[in-house]
């Protein structure tokens, strides 16, 4: 399983990016899907999260300004970030919670992370 995120880039305070997270391989089903980043210095931090069934989670920081869906079919997650602003700057990482069978465990897995950079 592979999750392959993309849609990082550098963008000026209160512009917007839109983040694109693939899962593929074999998946029998993904309970949560989310996006977690991590700014130098500090540690890794949930974003948003969204569940197979369409609830999500999103931290205060980030509440009004990102919105998170998924495409189940497709097996995808998306990040829509509005009004960025430059403590939004970090590397920012997809992460599935998912059942590689019927009736299996639930795996974490992780995508290799993209960077983004609110600058002006």
């Known amino acids: 399983v592979q999750l392959q995120a993309s849609g990082g880039g550098l963008v000026q305070p209160g512009g917007s990016l839109r983040l694109s997270c693939a899962a593929s391989?074999?998946?029998?089903?993904?309970?949560?899907m989310g996006w977690y980043r991590q700014a130098p210095g500090k540690q890794r931090e949930l974003v948003a999260s969204?569940?197979?069934?369409?609830?999500?989670n999103y931290a205060d920081s980030v509440k009004g300004r990102f919105t998170i869906d998924r495409d189940n079919a497709k097996n995808m997650v998306y990040l829509q970030m509005n009004s960025l602003k430059p403590e939004d700057t970090a590397v920012y990482y997809c992460?599935?919670?998912?059942?590689?069978?019927?009736?299996?465990?639930?795996?974490?897995?992780w995508g290799q992370g993209t960077l983004v950079t609110v600058s002006s």
């Open positions: 992460n599935a919670v998912l059942q590689r069978e019927n009736k299996g465990a639930m795996l974490v897995y």
């Open positions: 391989g074999s998946i029998f089903s993904i309970n949560v």
């Open positions: 969204i569940i197979s069934g369409g609830s999500t």
